[in-house]
């Protein structure tokens, strides 16, 4: 459990991931993302597909934000060899930390043997790089996100994700499932889709359990900090 009583406005961007993900994103986007990551002290920065990566590469030399990337992102419905051959040429760009997309589609489906078995074929392909499996909360039911849950736990990823960003949110039931789900075992918990006002409810998440928020808004969040102590959500800084 995140102590935010430990973490003032630099050291708090550590749980944080920005992402610049829409599909019509420019190089200056992404630039400027790379820069914000570096000012905010993110923990990663995303982009929606490796392509980006050079570019990513390039502004965070020199700094210790990880160049991130999603995997078949947003939809999840690659076939795992296609997933997995991604997840090599990522690695190979210089990615650092991935979020493939679970399909969803066959979670629902019940097709749990090739849902777990695109899980290990990531994490084989991920060569030893930060992994992250995406759920997307929106379109599952509890039952479903604990049962994806179980099987990122048994494929040996590093972090459950709550979505894509792309689609609707999650509330506190489904993030609990899933806290629920993964207690006792090594799977860290990334919360992304935080809906508005988006400073109070990343807050709320992180003080509910979460290790990491993934979302465009780090900066704002990051910003209103000390707001949401001065109004009593985040409890007081105390070095």
């Given at each position: 459990?995140?102590?935010?009583?430990?973490?003032?406005?630099?050291?708090?961007?550590k749980?944080?991931?920005?992402a610049v993900?829409?599909?019509n994103?420019?190089?200056?986007?992404?630039?400027k993302?790379?820069?914000?990551?570096?000012k905010?002290?993110c923990a990663?920065?995303?982009?929606?597909?490796?392509?980006?990566?050079?570019?990513v590469k390039?502004?965070l030399?020199?700094?210790d934000?990880?160049?991130a990337?999603g995997?078949?992102?947003p939809?999840?419905?690659s076939p795992?060899i296609?997933?997995?051959?991604?997840?090599?040429?990522?690695?190979?760009a210089?990615c650092?930390s991935?979020?493939i997309?679970?399909?969803?589609?066959a979670l629902?489906?019940?097709?749990?043997?090739?849902?777990?078995q695109?899980?290990?074929d990531?994490?084989?392909?991920a060569?030893?790089?930060?992994?992250k499996?995406i759920?997307e909360?929106?379109?599952?039911?509890?039952?479903?996100?604990?049962i994806a849950?179980?099987?990122i736990a048994?494929?040996g990823l590093d972090?459950?994700?709550?979505g894509?960003g792309?689609?609707d949110?999650?509330d506190?039931?489904?993030f609990?499932?899933m806290?629920?789900t993964?207690?006792?075992?090594?799977?860290k918990?990334?919360v992304?889709?935080v809906k508005?006002?988006?400073?109070q409810?990343?807050?709320?998440?992180?003080?509910?359990?979460a290790?990491?928020i993934?979302?465009?808004?780090?900066?704002?969040?990051?910003e209103?900090?000390?707001l949401?102590r001065?109004?009593?959500?985040?409890p007081p800084?105390?070095p």
């Amino acid at each position: 459990m995140v102590d935010l009583t430990k973490y003032d406005k630099k050291s708090i961007g550590k749980l944080f991931d920005l992402a610049v993900l829409p599909k019509n994103i420019t190089e200056d986007d992404v630039r400027k993302g790379a820069k914000d990551a570096v000012k905010y002290n993110c923990a990663s920065y995303y982009t929606n597909s490796y392509f980006w990566t050079p570019v990513v590469k390039e502004e965070l030399a020199g700094s210790d934000v990880l160049i991130a990337a999603g995997i078949d992102f947003p939809w999840g419905v690659s076939p795992s060899i296609v997933k997995a051959f991604e997840t090599e040429q990522a690695v190979k760009a210089g990615c650092q930390s991935l979020d493939i997309t679970i399909n969803m589609s066959a979670l629902r489906s019940k097709m749990y043997d090739k849902v777990l078995q695109e899980l290990k074929d990531f994490k084989a392909a991920a060569q030893g790089c930060l992994t992250k499996g995406i759920i997307e909360f929106c379109h599952a039911t509890l039952e479903e996100i604990e049962i994806a849950c179980k099987m990122i736990a048994e494929a040996g990823l590093d972090y459950a994700k709550t979505g894509t960003g792309q689609f609707d949110g999650l509330d506190m039931t489904q993030f609990m499932k899933m806290k629920e789900t993964l207690k006792g075992t090594s799977v860290k918990l990334k919360v992304s889709g935080v809906k508005y006002p988006r400073p109070q409810n990343a807050y709320m998440f992180l003080l509910a359990g979460a290790d990491l928020i993934g979302t465009r808004a780090a900066p704002d969040i990051i910003e209103n900090l000390d707001l949401m102590r001065e109004i009593g959500i985040v409890p007081p800084y105390k070095p």
